[in-house]
């Protein structure tokens, strides 16, 4: 089964203390992307990579980091995580296409991963 | 820049009749658009999309779509309304870059639906 698949799906944890959050997808999708959703700001994108080993900044980048190693993995890493992280973070994916192709394709979203920063 | 306009926080409808969800979006060149839902403690499934073509555009359980371009509008529509329609939705844009890189997706909000019986 086609999937988008992320862990934890919930966390709970303090101030300051690193933590990942893993997403791995199963459709060979070159692009991958992180949002968080927050109530009454919609979805905002966090990082995302067009394939292994690129990876560039979205909406709001600050205090995330990713990484790219291998096409179907996509971690997101909190290096020292504050309240204001706390949110819904949805991974996703799908195909990149050049030229009038490009932009065509659905992106698949994982379940989210619920994270509390207390 | 692109963006996008969901105006409406919260529809209200009853079971049976049709519903609306607006969105209207911005975008420099032809916009990609799409429509996202979200039920409760779910992650976004996929409802439907426009690319180019036919201004209406039909998706998953029974919602349909219409593109208007002079309006840059894109409202989400289902002629008769569900209980289970209650949810989440997301309007999406992408701008249409000929000969470019795929461009990120910018979402709108979101609008509750709720659907009495």
């Known amino acids: 089964e086609a999937q988008v698949t992320q862990n934890p799906r919930y966390l709970i944890t303090v101030t300051g203390k690193k933590l990942t959050v893993t997403c791995s997808q199963n459709m060979n999708h070159e692009y991958m992307s992180w949002y968080r959703q927050d109530p009454g700001l919609g979805l905002r994108q966090i990082y995302y990579s067009m394939n292994v080993e690129v990876t560039d900044k979205g909406d709001v980048p600050e205090g995330y980091k990713v990484s790219r190693k291998e096409k179907r993995n996509f971690p997101l890493i909190l290096e020292s995580p504050s309240p204001n992280q706390t949110s819904l973070y949805f991974c996703?994916?799908?195909?990149?296409?050049?030229?009038?192709?490009?932009?065509?394709?659905?992106?698949?979203f994982g379940p989210g991963t619920r994270l509390t920063v207390l | 820049a692109q963006s996008v306009a969901q105006p409406e926080d919260q529809v209200n409808v009853a079971e049976g009749n049709p519903l609306t969800v607006k969105c209207t979006y911005s975008?420099?060149?032809?916009?990609?658009l799409f429509w996202y839902v979200q039920y409760p403690n779910r992650g976004l499934q996929f409802l439907l999309k426009?690319?180019?073509?036919?201004?209406l555009v039909k998706g998953s359980y029974g919602f349909e779509a219409e593109f208007n371009k002079s309006q840059t509008s894109f409202h989400l529509k289902k002629p008769s309304a569900l209980v289970s329609d209650s949810a989440l939705y997301f309007c999406?844009?992408?701008?249409?870059?000929?000969?470019?890189?795929?461009?990120?997706?910018?979402f709108g909000k979101g609008t509750k639906l709720s659907v009495k019986p």
């Open positions: 999406a844009v992408r701008e249409n870059n000929y000969g470019g890189s795929q461009g990120n997706l910018i």
């Open positions: 426009y690319i180019t073509g036919d201004n």
């Open positions: 996703a994916s799908t195909t990149r296409r050049q030229g009038l192709a490009g932009g065509t394709d659905t992106q698949y």
């Open positions: 975008v420099s060149g032809n916009p990609y």
